[in-house]
């Protein structure tokens, strides 16, 4: 089991920059990529930014490249996100990949954010 909680979520002019946290606990040791999804009311989950076990490879969604920047430092990932917009609103959930003999997916239980214009 993995265990993740997530923090640094709120309420954020455009504009403005906000930075999201995710420690995991548990059989960490087996985790390997981890990453940050999110929801909008309405809309399906999507991917936002994922980093490798290593730190050294990470991916965005276009939306957010340039603004928005992923990092791990062991089992402890980070988002800063940058220049928010308005569309950025949605619960951000954090994500980890666990590889034993099966590949196992664990959620946080999210964390809103929410950018006035």
């Known amino acids: 089991q993995v265990q993740l909680v997530e923090s640094g979520g709120g309420l954020v002019q455009a504009g403005r920059s906000l930075r999201l946290s995710c420690a995991a606990s548990?059989?960490?040791?087996?985790?390997?990529?981890m990453g940050w999804y999110r929801q909008a009311p309405g809309k399906q989950r999507e991917l936002v930014a994922t980093i490798s076990s290593s730190g050294g490879s990470t991916n965005y969604q276009d939306s957010v490249k340039g603004r928005f920047t992923i990092s791990r430092d062991k089992n402890t990932i980070s988002l800063q996100m940058t220049s928010l917009k308005p569309e950025d609103t949605a619960v951000y959930y954090c994500?980890?990949?666990?590889?034993?003999?099966?590949?196992?997916?664990?959620w946080g239980q999210g964390t809103q954010v929410t950018v006035s214009s």
């Open positions: 994500n980890a990949v666990v590889v034993l003999a099966t590949v196992f997916h664990y």
């Open positions: 548990g059989i960490t040791f087996a985790i390997n990529t």
